[in-house]
């Protein structure tokens, strides 16, 4: 009655584990990091579940990982008595990839190994990183608290096809072997996986066992298992007590990623509210960071007790990129995700790590620009949402942001609006801005002709969201932010008595022309006026001051308004 069968991949897996094995060649360890963090998260889980059902610790209710290896047997095993998994559990989380974004992921990829690999540390698709060394891998499992006769055992050769068989597995929990391919021997070393475990799993907050190296050359005798990782939350630490490399492996385990962090800030906060803190930026975008839907940057634990991943409540979109731990001493441990919206508690958490990650990032604009340029290039679309979705702390976004604008002339977004406000002209009461499709379509619009003559700076905005930041960012500093397409062009106190008076003149003498180009346009057009905004160019369209821009009309249009 095992019920033996043999499943084929989803067409997609088959490709992925293809491109992973080389792809992930020369980053092939982190099998190991990959493996302990799933058994760390099912063990998280099942203390989770356990909370609500104390039945499922079998009596059993310290929680450990253990690695060991077989040189005979050319294998490595790693063991956990986490929540395990059900015959149907397996085939949809072990025979299929899940996450929606697979094919997205698979067009993201570039053909560059170091960039790749980035990609694939960031889709988490970790578990098939074990064929990176493995030519075989054999997964036997049982959930927790259902009978030894409904163990599970899986097996693959990463070729296509796995087969699936119900096996009698007295303990709860997983045991992955990995056979390892030719060549591949180095990892049957105990100092080697040490080392590899310290690296990237110390701060795991479960202890890691491995048998003690007996130094004799007879080995499996009575060795005793010891802990060889740290096992504290990291971010429970005072931060004095942690060093640098430290924060940079916790945030290569809790983002899955292969670089070091750009910035990280460290809270234990007191008071009337108790919580931690640990949230870091990345250097790198993600591929999917234009998902606004795909939130994966927050793990809420509560009393060092994990409760779930993907906490959106704590992070706003525009925010999305950052990553890392909070940890409440406030909430009930068994929060849901439907507590979690609108709990006064998550709301000040949520505000206070917002304060901190703007404050990060304020910080890293003042001390050290150049880090900071390298954080808008990543991720500077992103915080352009911020004004618009964030209204409270729009001050303090507005300081974050960055342009092109005629200054410089150069596509590269360096511009600040203080800098901005640092060299409006005498007389000068508002950030001129000009949206376009393009950089250069903004750059050359003759709009712009009147304001290079006059010397008036204008800010250059060309990224997809930039109409809706404008939209949400009525004015900085008390000087409101002013399109140069829209309305009657007013430069304020810059035009002087003799302008205008001018002005006048050519009104009058043109009255005759602009009436018969009237008639002849007819409905097409609102009005044809005379403009002072061209110096060279003989004529321009423009939109009335509340009108829509032609650029948001059109984006509009696209989205079937
Ligand atoms: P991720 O961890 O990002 O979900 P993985 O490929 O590492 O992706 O794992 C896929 C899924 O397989 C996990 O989400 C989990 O449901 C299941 N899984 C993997 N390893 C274990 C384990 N040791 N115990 C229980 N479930 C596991
Ligand atoms: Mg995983």
Redesign the pocket.
């Known amino acids: 009655a095992s019920h033996k069968e043999t499943l084929g991949f989803q067409t997609e897996v088959k490709q992925l584990l293809n491109l992973m094995i080389h792809s992930l060649y020369s980053n092939k360890e982190i099998f190991l990091r990959?493996?302990i963090?799933?058994?760390a998260?099912?063990a998280d889980?099942l203390r989770f579940e356990a909370l609500t059902d104390d039945a499922l610790y079998e009596g059993d209710s310290t929680l450990r990982i253990r690695l060991s290896y077989d040189k005979e047997k050319r294998t490595i095993t790693i063991t956990?008595n986490?929540?395990?998994?059900g015959r149907q559990?397996v085939v949809d989380?072990?025979g299929t990839i899940a996450k929606s974004g697979t094919r997205a992921f698979l067009e993201a990829l570039s053909g560059d190994q170091a960039k790749d690999a980035h990609l694939i540390g960031q889709f988490?698709?970790?578990?098939?990183s074990a064929f990176i060394v493995a030519d075989k891998v054999v997964l036997e499992?049982r959930r927790a608290g259902v009978g030894s006769e409904h163990g599970v055992c899986w097996e693959s050769r990463g070729e296509g096809d796995y087969t699936i068989e119900t096996i009698e597995k007295a303990p709860r929990?997983?045991e992955?072997t990995l056979h390892l391919r030719e060549g591949e021997e180095e990892f049957l070393d105990g100092w080697r996986l040490r080392h590899i475990v310290t690296k990237y799993s110390d701060h795991i907050d479960l202890p890691i066992e491995m048998k003690q190296e007996s130094g004799g050359d007879k080995e499996g005798e009575q060795e005793e298992w010891e802990q060889i990782n740290k096992a504290t939350a990291l971010w429970t630490l005072p931060k004095s007590e942690i060093k640098e490399e430290e924060y940079q492996a916790f945030y290569k385990h809790v983002a899955h990623d292969f670089e070091d962090p750009l910035a990280w800030t460290h809270n234990h906060v007191e008071g009337k509210l108790e919580y931690t803190s640990l949230l870091f930026i990345p250097s790198r975008a993600p591929f999917d960071l234009w998902d606004r839907d795909r939130m994966h940057g927050i793990k809420l634990y509560v009393q060092r007790v994990f409760i779930m991943d993907d906490a959106e409540q704590l992070m706003p979109r525009y925010l999305r990129f950052v990553r890392g731990v909070v940890d409440s001493n406030d909430l009930p441990l068994n929060i849901s995700r439907e507590i979690l919206q609108n709990n006064r508690i998550i709301d000040s958490i949520r505000a206070g790590s917002v304060k901190k990650v703007l404050g990060l990032l304020e910080d890293m604009a003042k001390r050290d620009s150049q880090k900071y340029q390298s954080f808008w290039k990543e991720f500077g679309q992103v915080m352009k949402e911020g004004p618009g979705e964030d209204p409270n702390n729009r001050e303090q976004i507005a300081r974050l942001l960055r342009f092109a604008s005629t200054y410089h002339d150069s596509a590269e977004q360096t511009v600040s609006l203080a800098d901005y406000l640092s060299r409006m002209k005498e007389g000068q009461e508002k950030i001129y801005y000009i949206t376009a499709d393009s950089f250069l379509a903004a750059k050359s619009s003759p709009h712009l002709e009147v304001f290079r003559k006059k010397g008036v700076e204008v800010l250059l905005l060309s990224d997809r969201v930039d109409e809706w930041l404008a939209a949400s960012l009525p004015e900085f500093e008390g000087k409101p932010l002013q399109s140069v397409t829209k309305g009657e062009l007013d430069l304020g106190n810059l035009e002087d008595e003799e302008d205008k008076q001018q002005q006048k003149e050519v009104e009058e003498n043109f009255k005759g022309l602009v009436d018969r180009v009237q008639k002849s346009l007819g409905d097409k057009v609102k009005e044809v006026r005379v403009t002072h905004r061209l110096t060279d160019s003989p004529a321009c369209l423009v939109v009335e001051q509340h009108d829509m821009s032609g650029y948001l009309e059109r984006l509009l249009k696209e989205a079937g308004q």
């Open positions: 990959e493996l963090s799933n058994a998260d099912a889980k956990d986490g929540i395990g998994m559990e989380n072990i988490g698709v970790g578990f098939y499992t929990g997983t992955v």
